[in-house]
């Protein structure tokens, strides 16, 4: 075999594509939907060398799909999924697009979650080694948040939060938090994270009795919301995939 061709499953060679996601590409190999070099193929890890085999899905050749990356303006109350079983309005409502196993084509996926009462920026591709690398643990990309709690900040509490907790087995801890600002009965946080642990902020915070009014996330490593309206996209620039790209280097 030439090691200048490598050869990879079939399901993961549609996701490096960025034709869909892998779990949708299996699905498509196993309903029959996928041929190479014209013949049927049922496995979804059958080796395939992607620069040489021709792919074709429904009978359309398929091609390298241009990369792209987007920045979303989340707003409260939309959950991060493609499909929702209880009809709720998902972020693909505000992308107008479907990532559906039958229009592979639209495909775009969140990189990373925001819960449905959280809001702010939400990243989107279809280049799933750039998002593995983005939601790698490993990376320890920082993730910053304004956040609105339902009391007052002073030192004291601030240095109990920054001091993390054990809850139901994991260990949770804010790389740093501070105040931004108060009003009369409650104060606004500024907290980043360098991990990624289910509802980690609001976790924490319940085991101090505080709840949380609001929670936007402001800014992911060097990528910032800024102004970007509530519901609306926009694509990364060229210096923030650069500064992404610095960052690992």
Same mark, same amino acid.
């Given at each position: 075999?030439?090691?200048? /061709?490598?050869? /990879? ?14 779990? $949708? ?15 049927? @193929?049922?496995?979804? &890890?059958?080796? +395939? ?9 429904? =009978?359309?050749? @398929?091609? *390298? ?6 920045? !979303? ?13 209880? =009809?709720? &309005? ?12 039958? *229009? ?9 979650? !925001?819960?449905? *009462? ?27 948040? /304004?956040? $609105? %709690? ?5 030192? &004291? ?11 139901? =087995? ?8 501070? &105040? ?10 500024? %907290? ?8 980690? %902020?609001?976790? @924490?915070?319940?085991?101090? =009795? +505080?709840?949380?009014?609001?929670? @936007?996330?402001?800014? %992911?490593?060097? +990528?910032? !919301?800024?102004?970007? *309206? ?11 995939? $650069? ?7």
């Amino acid at each position: 075999m030439n090691s200048r /061709h490598p050869r /990879h499953g079939l399901a993961r060679v549609l996701s490096k594509l960025g034709v869909c996601s892998r779990s $949708q590409a299996q699905a498509l190999v196993q309903a029959g939907r996928v041929r190479v070099n014209g013949r049927l @193929v049922r496995d979804p &890890e059958m080796p +395939i060398d992607a620069a040489r085999d021709r792919i074709a899905v429904d =009978g359309a050749a @398929v091609a *390298a799909r241009e990369k792209t990356y987007l920045a !979303l303006n989340k707003p409260r109350g939309y959950v991060t999924t493609a499909r929702d079983e209880r =009809g709720r &309005e998902t972020v693909y409502d505000l992308l107008k697009l479907r990532a559906q196993a039958d *229009a592979p084509a639209d495909w775009l996926a969140p990189v990373g979650r !925001l819960d449905k *009462a959280s809001e702010g920026l939400l990243l989107f591709t279809n280049d799933s080694a750039w998002a593995a690398r983005l939601t790698d643990p490993a990376s320890h990309l920082d993730k910053t948040y /304004h956040v $609105q %709690i339902d009391a007052l900040a002073d030192a &004291e509490l601030l240095a109990r939060l920054g001091a993390g907790i054990d809850d139901a =087995g994991e260990r949770l801890v804010l790389k740093s938090v501070r &105040e931004l600002r108060r009003g009369n009965k409650n104060s606004w946080l500024e %907290i980043v994270l360098d991990e990624g642990r289910n509802r980690q %902020i609001r976790r @924490v915070l319940a085991a101090f =009795g +505080i709840g949380v009014l609001r929670l @936007v996330r402001v800014a %992911i490593g060097p +990528i910032a !919301l800024g102004d970007l *309206a509530k519901g609306r996209t926009r694509v990364l620039t060229d210096v923030e995939m $650069q500064s992404l790209a610095d960052r690992r280097s």
